[in-house]
């Protein structure tokens, strides 16, 4: 018994001191904003890294969850004889909730994954070593626009989601399902205010920086080994995902 | 017994072959390394080291694997601190620089580490292009005039476009010499660079080792276990062990040396002072014990 | 960096679409949604009270679909809500008598227009308006008429709905 408390105590200390150490992180990198923002090529490549290269499957996963969306929803209202609420629905559903947290826990899985791994990579064949050597600070080097890469792309990517999510929710209610077309737009614009949609922005700007912030540590701190790549990559996307859905409880909350 | 040993080491100083011998002082010491101490968790890896290297000499610092070679360019380059001593690069000390200072001093020395350590998303000119483009603000054309220059003085200029990947080990290394003198360093440090190495190209970076540092008139720093390729270009040898140094001097000097550790380093014997067997108990004891059980 | 022309391109027009599709989801899904340009005629309609009504919602006869509200605004002389409906130019043949109606879709519906049939020979055309309207069901008038109606009075509740009257005359 005591062993097991014992166990959960270090656990919980060990988790204490990461978030510790994280946000010390989190402090020294926007510290350097300023100065990589200076050079901006490297974070515009970082964009692309994280955003563009995400993009496809982003667009693929919004528009099937906006066409169940519009298959569930319809089959559930019809029951209460209002399928012509569907696109106020569909609309809510995706830009204050699923469009940030599905973006998010993607984006941690494709984007969050080859972040670690590459900055883990980095440490392990000696190149952050070598650019210490070199004078250059790896934090603000290759640290930072990667990190800005994600903060960036993230509120982008979850805005293309939410869209071609009511695109498909349209596409299966309207086009496939019968639904009013008129009814479903103009309910939906009932019932949305431009707060939701702000709402979900910053939900899903508090994702990405979560998000890359645990990519970027994980793999700056990745023990220099192949086993120690995987291992930060692994946890990248354990934490972020866990990170992400806490932060939307937090945030939704407080922002009813 | 290795006590003794260093007793009977002889020391720098003596007899030296090198071209422009200043007589009898150890030359200009650009780095100065008094009575270090170093350890990590239990293991003590270094206890009272002490090391001068000469200005404008390639040294050779060779010893037995684990002996924290490495570990000593780390503290030469300021990356990690000593827990006891001093360490004296080109008059500065050590301790006494910040984050600001140490970058200063790094600006001034180059490395070259164990497998090349070139940075994967760029390619072998924007490698050796790297610090120009991180510290300098040379127009573009400039820096194409440097960088092909040092590709060229390394026989690498015609890669300029290879990515890291496409590069062997011994091109990679050599991109990484060129990239380390991109800046006009004072000082250069290798770190194991014949590891690995087919017999040419050790060939070719042991010559490039000794002509960069006679054409540009800089310090060498070579650490390194071949003994056999670093004896034929050093000009000073330290042989590290148990945490200090146990023979210094020429490569000639420690050849004839009459130490038995010196010897059997030297010779590649496989038993000696530093032990074929791993610490255990006593053969034929557990061989019984475990009968029994 | 090698490929610095393409990478920017693709970044570039990343970010492009994102900001397209943030600026689809601020203007067409919510209250300030813009229309899709017009076809068919405009007819107007006033009414005391429209309830849920909203731009966009559809206009239909005998449960079919001919049209959809484009516009809805206030008649500060008669201080009623006017409402401008688009119908479809293939449904010219409405008769000029025809009425009005707001009612409501199922449950948790939203509200429709609702034409019924005149008798006229004379169709509606461009401009015209729909005199006889009646207004939205108002869910508090209803309770409040059935509370008062065992109380006898015979009072008239003064918000649209009547007791007797199926439809009020609007004439100008």
């Not at chain 2, 580490?113 to 760029?122: E, I, K, V, Y």
């Not at chain 2, 300029?160 to 990484?176: D, I, K, N, T, Y």
């Not at chain 3, 449904?91 to 034409?115: C, E, K, R």
């Not at chain 3, 108002?138 to 009547?162: A, C, M, Q, R, Y």
């Amino acid at each position: 018994m005591i062993g097991v408390a014992q166990d959960l105590w270090l656990s919980l200390r060990r988790a204490l001191e990461t978030l510790g150490s994280m946000g010390l992180f989190l402090g020294r990198m926007l510290a350097y904003i300023p100065s990589a923002l200076l050079r901006f090529d490297l974070v515009v490549a970082q964009i692309f890294n994280a955003g563009a290269l995400s993009l496809v499957i982003i667009m693929l996963c919004g528009l099937f969850i906006g066409m169940v969306l519009g298959l569930l929803g319809v089959d559930l209202l019809q029951r209460v004889g209002s399928e012509d609420a569907l696109g106020a629905g569909a609309a809510l559903s995706l830009v204050k909730e699923l469009g940030p947290v599905t973006t998010s826990l993607l984006f941690a899985g494709r984007a969050g994954t080859a972040l670690a791994s590459e900055i883990g990579l980095m440490r392990a064949t000696d190149q952050l070593s070598a650019m210490q050597m070199m004078a250059v600070d790896p934090v603000k080097r290759v640290c930072v626009p990667r990190f800005l890469g994600g903060v960036i792309s993230m509120p982008l990517l979850a805005v293309i989601f939410s869209a071609i999510g009511i695109f498909g929710t349209q596409l299966i209610g309207v086009q496939v399902m019968s639904v009013d077309a008129g009814a479903f737009w103009s309910q939906m614009r009932a019932a949305v205010e431009l707060q939701d949609v702000m709402e979900g922005v910053v939900k899903s700007f508090a994702f990405g920086i979560a998000c890359s912030l645990i990519a970027v540590y994980e793999g700056f701190n990745a023990i220099p080994t192949a086993e120690g790549v995987g291992r930060a990559t692994t946890r990248t996307v354990v934490i972020s995902s866990v990170a992400t859905l806490i932060l939307d409880y937090i945030l939704t909350a407080v922002m009813l | 017994m290795t006590s003794a040993q260093s007793a009977a080491a002889p020391r720098v100083g003596a007899a030296d072959a090198g071209p422009a011998s200043d007589s009898g002082v150890a030359g200009d010491a650009i780095v100065e390394i008094r009575d270090l101490y170093y350890g990590v968790g239990h293991r003590q890896i270094f206890e009272g080291l002490d090391i001068t290297i000469r200005r404008g000499r390639i040294t050779a610092i060779m010893g037995p694997s684990g002996t924290g070679k490495t570990t000593l360019l780390r503290l030469i380059t300021g990356q990690i601190l000593p827990d006891k001593g001093t360490i004296v690069v080109d008059g500065q000390n050590l301790a006494h620089l910040g984050r600001k200072g140490l970058f200063d001093l790094r600006k001034r020395m180059g490395m070259l580490f164990q497998n090349g350590a070139l940075l994967t998303d760029l390619d072998v000119f924007e490698n050796v292009a790297f610090p120009l483009r991180e510290h300098t603000d040379l127009p573009e054309r400039l820096i194409r005039h440097i960088v092909l220059t040092k590709l060229h003085a390394v026989g690498l200029r015609g890669a300029a476009q290879m990515a890291p990947g496409e590069l062997s080990g011994g091109m990679a290394r050599r991109v990484a010499l060129a990239r380390a003198m991109v800046m006009d360093p004072g000082m250069l440090i290798y770190d194991e660079p014949f590891a690995g190495l087919d017999p040419i190209s050790l060939g070719v970076v042991l010559r490039l080792i000794r002509q960069m540092n006679d054409a540009l008139g800089i310090t060498s720093i070579v650490v390194s276990h071949d003994v056999q390729e670093i004896s034929t270009v050093a000009d000073d040898s330290y042989l590290l062990a148990e945490g200090r140094v146990v023979a210094s001097g020429s490569p000639k000097e420690l050849h004839a040396s009459k130490s038995e550790i010196v010897r059997q380093f030297m010779s590649g014997m496989a038993d000696g002072p530093v032990p074929f067997h791993y610490p255990a108990p006593d053969y034929t004891e557990q061989l019984l014990a475990r009968e029994k059980k | 960096m090698r490929q610095t022309r393409a990478t920017e391109l693709s970044t570039g027009l990343f970010v492009l679409l994102g900001f397209a599709a943030l600026f689809f989801l601020t203007t067409q899904i919510t209250n300030r949604g813009l229309s899709f340009g017009p076809s068919g005629y405009a007819l107007t309609a006033k009414f005391e009270n429209i309830g849920g009504l909203r731009v966009g919602a559809p206009v239909s006869m005998s449960g079919v679909k001919i049209g959809q509200v484009e516009e809805i605004g206030f008649d500060n002389v008669e201080y009623k809500a006017q409402v401008k409906l688009r119908i479809e130019s293939q449904y010219n043949q409405i008769p000029n008598d025809s009425d009005a109606s707001i009612f409501t879709a199922g449950l948790l519906g939203g509200q429709y227009i609702g034409i019924g049939a005149g008798g006229s020979e004379t169709y509606f055309k461009e401009g015209d308006q729909i005199e006889i309207t009646q207004s939205a069901l108002v869910l508090e008038s209803l309770i409040s008429k059935f509370l008062f109606s065992f109380g006898g009075d015979n009072e008239k509740v003064d918000d649209g709905t009547k007791a007797d009257a199926p439809a009020e005359d609007t004439a100008k």
